[in-house]
């Protein structure tokens, strides 16, 4: 850290952990501490003071040193005065928490929802980065949920846009925690889960998952080994809970059409193998088609790390008087905000003002890598028309068409977001790649020159290219 970064602390409060990160301004972590929330009656005030000290003497610093701290609490937060509402899953003996906290440290403190502030954190660093309308669904002791739309998050005049947990996707269906019934996360969190696991048991069938207990819970881990070794009850009532997660996340694409529903969690970070094959299939057999099937079912890339960052995003958000909850992007350089007017309002309009772009030199290619301003990449690249250099992933194409070979709607929508004039697609060594009829109407619609060329032509007509540009390359057949 340099004498000019700021830092941060994030505070992840939940029903089983208090998560710590202590963060610079660009999103690097300093620090992590976690303690275990407990249930004794000490006030919760004091228990995340204490999570707080831990992180801080982790970083070797001192309160002096911090800007700022965020905190991120599960259930509804008041956005304008930081009061919480109702908080299922955690004992909570101070509705009015920011006032304790704000006494007791002399730096700003704020508090918002954690998933919210956690599907904030995936779109400044982790798998929303390039998405402007973005779900996060986040499962384990319960479900949260968050909605962002042009890198701000929603809450709504109420503060309850996102709760997606309290969905009611069962109409009279199980009680919920927070009173009604039927809620999406009575039927797929890790709570609904453990309850109908348990419940096979007290009616007579076997299950190994005890094996894996080491103590009253069912945690996330237990289920994932329980899996490994085939149990049948948790297979079933895993392979149940994964049709209720793509329930929910179809009602989500339904209701907001967005770029991306992002996955998080422990139930899915520890069973993702598992769960998505089985999401992914159901929800791309939706059979209410759109104009076209570009939704993007992504997994956190933030993991158990993504509240607590949000958490620190929104205190560094308001110091930094953002518009409500804009966070910067690519350490630290500001997203360019929506033009105030458009005669065009699609994704395809050119940019407001020109900028000075500056973009990666290649400097050699060869089968399997390509080297980029001096360093070698052994993998498939984008270069965006901001001069921003991604890994292609490669998954989009294999979840849609099997191959990595083919490029279609969901590919071209993140190369030509940031409006190129000129698109180059390199088709391999062997000219194996090859364009979706979809992908050609998009691009057809888009306006954009493209060229679809053998990777070592694909590459000199991108270094001979004038004006705003993007590559797609393919480094092997």
């Given at each position: 850290?340099?004498a000019q ?5 994030g505070v992840d409060v939940?029903?089983t952990?208090i ?12 620090a992590?501490h976690k303690?275990?929330?407990r ?6 005030a ?5 999570a707080v000290e831990g992180?801080l003497a982790g970083?070797?610093l001192?309160?002096?040193e911090?800007?700022?701290?965020g ?6 937060v008041d956005?304008?005065?930081?009061y919480l509402?109702?908080?299922?899953n955690?004992e909570?003996?101070d509705y009015?928490?920011?006032?304790t906290?704000?006494?007791r440290?002399?730096v700003p ?7 919210n502030?956690?599907?904030?954190a ?6 929303g980065r390039?998405a402007?309308t ?6 384990g002791t319960?479900i ?6 042009d890198?701000?998050?929603?809450t709504g005049p109420?503060?309850l846009?996102g709760?997606?947990g309290?969905m009611?996707l069962?109409?009279?269906?199980p009680?919920c925690?927070c009173g ?9 969190s890790?709570?609904?889960i453990?309850?109908?696991?348990r ?7 076997q ?9 009253d ?7 994932r ?11 079933e009532?895993?392979?149940r809970a ?6 929910g996340?179809?009602t989500?694409?339904?209701l907001?059409d967005p770029d991306m529903i ?7 970070e520890a ?5 998505m094959?089985l999401?992914?299939?159901?929800v791309?057999?939706d059979?209410m088609?759109?104009s076209r ?8 890339e933030?993991?158990?790390d993504?509240?607590a960052l949000g958490a620190?995003?929104?205190v560094?958000?308001k110091?930094?008087?953002l518009p ?6 690519d350490a630290?350089?500001?997203?360019e905000?929506?033009?105030e007017?458009s005669?065009?309002?699609?994704m ?8 000075q772009?500056t973009?990666p030199h290649?400097?050699?290619v060869?089968f399997?890598?390509v080297?980029?301003d001096g360093?070698r990449l052994?993998?498939?690249i984008?270069i965006?028309?901001?001069g921003k ?5 490669k998954k989009?194409?294999r979840r849609d068409y099997g191959t990595s070979?083919?490029i279609g709607p ?9 409006q ?9 060594f062997d000219?194996?790649?090859?364009m ?8 057809q619609?888009?306006?954009v020159q493209?060229q679809?060329?053998p990777?070592p ?6 270094e001979?290219?004038e004006?705003r ?6 480094v092997?057949c």
């Amino acid at each position: 850290m340099t004498a000019q970064d700021r830092c941060f602390v994030g505070v992840d409060v939940g029903g089983t952990k208090i998560l710590v990160l202590v963060v610079t301004d660009a999103g690097e972590i300093l620090a992590r501490h976690k303690t275990s929330t407990r249930r004794d009656g000490t006030p919760m005030a004091e228990q995340i003071a204490e999570a707080v000290e831990g992180g801080l003497a982790g970083a070797d610093l001192s309160l002096e040193e911090v800007s700022g701290i965020g905190v991120a609490m599960p259930g509804s937060v008041d956005s304008e005065t930081g009061y919480l509402g109702t908080v299922p899953n955690v004992e909570l003996d101070d509705y009015q928490l920011i006032d304790t906290l704000r006494e007791r440290y002399p730096v700003p403190v704020e508090v918002g929802n954690d998933v919210n502030l956690g599907t904030l954190a995936e779109c400044w660093l982790g798998a929303g980065r390039d998405a402007r309308t973005v779900v996060g669904m986040f499962v384990g002791t319960g479900i949260g949920g968050g909605v962002v739309i042009d890198g701000r998050l929603r809450t709504g005049p109420e503060d309850l846009a996102g709760e997606i947990g309290h969905m009611v996707l069962m109409v009279d269906g199980p009680e919920c925690g927070c009173g009604n019934r039927g809620c999406f996360e009575a039927l797929a969190s890790r709570t609904a889960i453990e309850r109908d696991i348990r419940r096979a048991m007290d009616e007579g069938r076997q299950s190994r998952i005890l094996e894996f207990v080491s103590d009253d819970r069912i945690r996330s881990g237990a289920l994932r080994d329980a899996l490994d070794v085939g149990d049948e009850v948790v297979t079933e009532v895993m392979t149940r809970a994964a049709h209720y997660l793509a329930q929910g996340a179809l009602t989500i694409r339904h209701l907001l059409d967005p770029d991306m529903i992002v996955f998080g969690g422990g139930v899915i970070e520890a069973c993702e193998d598992f769960l998505m094959p089985l999401i992914e299939a159901e929800v791309r057999a939706d059979r209410m088609k759109g104009s076209r099937d570009t939704l993007q079912l992504a997994v956190s890339e933030l993991g158990d790390d993504a509240v607590a960052l949000g958490a620190a995003a929104l205190v560094e958000a308001k110091l930094s008087d953002l518009p409500v909850y804009e966070m910067q992007h690519d350490a630290g350089e500001a997203e360019e905000a929506p033009a105030e007017a458009s005669e065009d309002p699609s994704m395809f309009a050119a940019p407001a003002v020109a900028e000075q772009v500056t973009y990666p030199h290649i400097d050699e290619v060869s089968f399997g890598s390509v080297v980029v301003d001096g360093e070698r990449l052994e993998h498939d690249i984008h270069i965006r028309a901001d001069g921003k250099l991604k890994k292609r992933k490669k998954k989009w194409a294999r979840r849609d068409y099997g191959t990595s070979h083919m490029i279609g709607p969901r590919e071209l929508k993140k190369l030509l977001r940031k409006q190129p004039e000129t698109l180059i697609i390199s088709e391999g060594f062997d000219a194996m790649v090859r364009m979706t009829d979809e992908g050609r109407e998009m691009l057809q619609e888009s306006g954009v020159q493209w060229q679809m060329l053998p990777t070592p032509e694909a590459v000199e007509a991108f270094e001979r290219a004038e004006g705003r540009k993007a590559l797609l390359l393919h480094v092997t057949c």
